[in-house]
């Protein structure tokens, strides 16, 4: 089976090329989603790889690109480095990228919370969804703080990706002296949304 050797993993690949042998055809390369495998892509295959070399990738920690351990940091400029390296190794040349779903790992609010509290600076927190160009939705924490106001919104970020994967850690941190609730008591992220500052 095609491998590409990378530093810390090996990455699988497959290379279909059904054009005519006298021609000099562009390559595509697919890309999968979270959670899937170049087979996402199989039935594109006959269609694409007449007319062009089509390269699917096992992103690392999916398919037979093998499993990575649950601390491993997966970031996205680890998987550019990985694609650049698809690109130079087999494609050889520039390439089209066809990607699919670059996001959509559910992300529950509680457990970021949960995170938060055990800080020994944090009274309360909550968090919510924003808009984000490159993600298309990252995570904001509100946080209230005890009498310690020297705690920074950097070291709260770099606390939650020490026990969370690093796409659960929030990208912005907003420091409230309380946080809004519902008559039951519950946070109100309702309004939390509508009172941003981003």
Same mark, same amino acid.
């Given at each position: ?13 497959? !290379? ?12 595509? !390369?697919? *890309? ?13 295959? @006959? ?22 351990? @649950? #601390? ?9 480095? #990985?694609?650049? %390296? ?7 040349? @520039? ?26 600076? *944090? ?9 984000? %160009? ?6 904001? %924490? ?6 310690? @106001?020297?705690?920074? %919104?950097?070291? !709260? ?42």
């Amino acid at each position: 089976m095609p491998y590409i050797e990378r530093p810390d993993c090996r990455l699988f690949y497959t !290379l279909d090329d059904h054009t005519d042998a006298w021609t000099h055809p562009e390559t595509v !390369l697919f *890309v999968h989603g979270f959670t899937e495998t170049t087979e996402a892509w199989r039935a594109w295959v @006959p269609h694409f790889s007449r007319r062009y070399r089509v390269i699917r990738i096992d992103q690392r920690g999916f398919g037979r690109s093998g499993a990575v351990p @649950p #601390d491993y940091p997966l970031t996205t400029e680890l998987y550019v480095q #990985d694609l650049a %390296a698809v690109v130079r190794q087999v494609a050889g040349e @520039p390439v089209h990228v066809i990607g699919g779903k670059s996001g959509g790992i559910s992300v529950f609010p509680e457990e970021i919370e949960d995170t938060l509290k055990k800080h020994p600076d *944090v009274v309360d927190a909550a968090v919510i969804g924003f808009k984000s %160009a490159e993600w298309g939705e990252a995570v904001k %924490a509100f946080v209230v703080l005890n009498s310690n @106001p020297a705690c920074s %919104a950097d070291a !709260l970020i770099q606390f939650c990706k020490q026990s969370l994967a690093p796409y659960k850690a929030p990208k912005v941190v907003e420091f409230l002296s309380t946080l809004p609730r519902t008559g039951l008591g519950k946070i109100d992220r309702g309004k939390l949304r509508a009172e941003q500052k981003i």
